[in-house]
C-alpha cells in the first residue's frame, strides 16, 4: 500500500520536500542539543556519541515500527547481510565521522557547500549505473541551479573562499560528500535484496553502534549535562533520523535516483532560514532567492 503512494509522482514531492525540511532542521536542533548538554565545539568524542545514540536509537524505533506491522525483513542471501553492514558503515559511521572532523577544521561556508555535493555525485553515479536512470540536459540544468543557490547563500564578495585548504577540513567533507552519495547507491541495491524499511532500521543501528563506540574511543570531554529540554531535543532529532530516513530511502527504492537526490539542494538553503528561525541569525534576502532557485532546479530536473 505504502509503495503505491510513493510511487505516486504527487506524493513523491510532498514526501521528497518532507524530508529535506526535516533534515534541514535538524541543523540548528543539533547545536541547540550542544547547548543543553553541554557538549563544546571541540568536544570531537562528545559530538560523536552524541550522534551515535541518535542514530542508534532512531534505527531501533525503526525496527521496532517494523516489527510491530509484522513487516518481513525478506532477506535474500547471505551477501545481503554484508550489504547492509556496508550500508550502515557508508551512510551512517563514516558519514557523520568525516563531517564531525571536517567542520572542526572547516568554514561553516564551505562546508555547507562541499557537502551539498554528495547530492549532485549521487545524480551523476545514479545515471552513470542504473538502466533506469539517465542523464538529460533537464537533469543537468536542474544541478546547475540547485549548486548555484547554495553557492549565492555562502559567498561573500572579497571573501577568498578557496584560502586555507586543507584535507582535514575541506577533504574530510568531501568524503562525507562521497558518502552521501555512495549511501543513495547502495540503498538502491539493498532495495532488491531486502524489505528497505527494515534494511533502514538495521543499517542506523549498525551505524550508530559503531559511532557510540568512536565516541567512547574518543572520550567526552566533560560529563554532559542532562536536563529536560535536553532530552526533548535528542527525542526530535531521533524521529527525524527515524521517519525521514525511512522515508528517503524508500523514495530511492521507487523512483529513479537522480529524481529523489536533487531535492538534496534544498536542505542547506532551507538550513540557514531554520537557523535564522531558531537560533536567531540574520535572514539575509539571498536566502528566499535561493530556494526560489532550487525550486525551480528541481522542477526542471524532474519534468520528463
Not at 525551480?296 to 530536473?301: M, P, T
Request: glycine share 10%; with cysteine.
Amino acid at each position: 500500500m505504502y509503495k503505491s503512494i510513493l510511487k505516486d509522482n504527487r506524493f513523491k514531492v510532498f514526501f521528497a520536500v518532507f524530508v529535506m525540511v526535516g533534515w534541514a532542521m535538524a541543523y540548528p536542533l543539533i547545536k541547540l542539543g550542544y547547548q543543553e548538554f553541554q557538549i563544546d565545539g571541540a568536544d570531537l568524542g562528545g559530538k560523536i556519541l552524541f550522534a551515535g545514540i541518535r542514530f542508534f536509537l532512531a534505527g531501533t524505533a525503526v525496527t521496532i515500527f517494523s516489527r510491530l506491522r509484522k513487516i518481513d525483513a525478506e532477506i535474500s542471501d547471505r551477501g545481503t547481510l554484508g550489504w547492509l553492514f556496508l550500508l550502515g558503515l557508508v551512510n551512517t559511521a563514516l558519514h557523520y565521522m568525516f563531517a564531525y572532523v571536517g567542520l572542526g577544521f572547516n568554514s561553516s561556508a564551505r562546508s555547507t557547500i562541499l557537502d551539498s555535493m554528495g547530492g549532485f555525485l549521487l545524480i551523476i553515479l545514479s545515471t552513470a549505473i542504473f538502466a533506469d536512470d539517465r542523464m538529460t540536459w533537464k537533469k543537468a540544468l536542474g544541478c546547475v541551479l540547485g549548486i548555484a543557490a547554495i553557492v549565492s547563500i555562502n559567498i561573500n564578495p572579497g571573501e577568498d573562499f578557496f584560502a586555507d585548504i586543507t584535507m582535514r577540513g575541506d577533504g574530510m567533507i568531501l568524503l562525507n560528500a562521497c558518502c552521501t552519495a555512495f549511501g543513495g547507491l547502495i540503498t538502491r541495491v539493498i532495495s532488491r535484496k531486502m524489505n528497505i524499511t527494515r534494511a533502514t532500521g538495521y543499517s542506523m543501528q549498525i551505524g550508530g553502534g559503531l559511532l557510540i563506540a568512536a565516541g567512547l574511543l574518543a572520550g567526552p570531554r566533560r560529563p554532559w549535562t542532562i536536563t529536560g529540554k535536553g532530552i526533548f531535543i535528542l527525542f526530535c532529532l531521533i524521529m527525524i533520523s527515524a521517519v525521514c530516513f525511512g522515508i528517503y530511502n524508500a523514495l530511492l527504492s521507487v523512483h529513479p535516483i537522480s529524481e529523489i537526490a536533487i531535492y538534496n539542494a534544498l536542505i542547506p538553503v532551507l538550513g540557514v532560514i531554520f537557523a535564522a528561525l531558531l537560533l536567531h541569525e540574520e535572514l539575509r534576502p539571498q536566502y528566499i532567492i535561493a530556494v526560489i532557485m532550487v525550486a525551480l532546479g528541481i522542477h526542471v530536473a524532474n519534468q520528463k
